[in-house]
Nanobody, 126 residues
């Protein structure tokens, strides 16, 4: 069973940075595209950032473009989300997701991903 474990969340003030990590196991990590999603209270889960299996392509939601950076280390089975200039509206549970099937684009739909982590809470105070 594929396992994804997120870490790095917390309570921070607006304007600071935070880095989320996702450790993947029980999969051929370098064959999986990865993504980060988030879900705020009372809202639907939304795409944040995605990265291709080898890391050559990335894609971001407009709301985080220029502030967040997704990266991966295939040697360590890790994917990261560097979040800079955090805003209160970034408050949410952040989820790591993995997709096994190849696409010629960076997947961004929640239904395109096969495996999900349990999430890590990020709270940004104003």
């Amino acid at each position: 069973q594929v396992q994804l474990v997120e870490s790095g969340g917390g309570l921070v003030q607006a304007g600071v940075s935070l880095r989320l990590s996702c450790a993947a196991s029980r999969l051929t990590f370098s064959s999986y595209a990865m993504g980060w999603f988030r879900q705020a209270p009372g809202k639907e889960r939304e795409f944040v950032a995605g990265i291709s299996s080898r890391g050559g392509d990335t894609y971001y939601a407009d709301s985080v473009k220029g502030r967040f950076t997704i990266s991966r280390d295939n040697a360590k089975n890790m994917v990261y989300l560097q979040m800079n200039s955090l805003k209160p509206e970034d408050t949410a549970v952040y989820y790591c997701a993995a997709r096994s099937r190849f696409t010629p684009y960076v997947a961004s739909g929640a239904n395109e991903f096969d495996y999900w982590g349990q999430g890590t809470q990020v709270t940004v105070s104003s």
